[in-house]
């Protein structure tokens, strides 16, 4: 991720929170469109 | 939330704190681990007389239980972070234990038939804070 596009830590907590919330695994995948840097949180993204 | 009544001489009890991308899962055990790499000098008879100590590090070793206050919050908790995510501890008694880690090999997800599931979480911290920044860096 270029620095220019590092998160907000607000950014960051409200995407987590998406994530861990989203029930299912298409769910989740919509989160990680929204929030492209979540594949370098969640290893589940980098895969579906 | 429940406190810990105390009487006498003061403990440290307990390991309440939080991980930022770590929600649901209940924390149970937590253990940190110094390590660092050493090159000893001997003299000419074979004792010791230099030593360097380079990349000092902690290793963290977090267990937790896969709760939530809903069966899809529970669901959640059970799921891996990529390599080198960044976490960030938070809120612990013991400063030692605060501060930005990086995930590492050798997380668990671990299900049984007649048990709460558990999740395990290796995390690493450098102790040089520009070292630990640079360990959390994403290259541009």
Known sequence: MAAGNKPSESERK??????????????????????????????????? | MATITKRGKATVSGIPGSFDVIIYPVLQTGKLNQNFEEDVVKDFLGFDVAWNARNEHYLGDFAFKLLGDTQANANAG????????????????????????????????????????DLASKLRRYADATQNTLANTIPA
């Open chain 2, 78 to 117: 059970g799921v891996f972070l990529a390599p080198y995510a960044t976490v960030t501890l938070s809120g612990f008694d013991l400063a030692t234990f605060n501060g930005v880690y990086q995930n590492i090999s050798g997380g668990d997800i671990d299900l049984g038939n007649t048990k709460v599931g």
């Open chain 1, 14 to 48: 409200t995407a987590i929170k998406e994530y861990h919330d989203a029930a299912s695994k298409a769910e989740k995948a919509v989160v990680m469109k929204k929030y492209p840097f979540l594949v370098h949180i969640f290893s589940e993204g980098n895969h579906s």
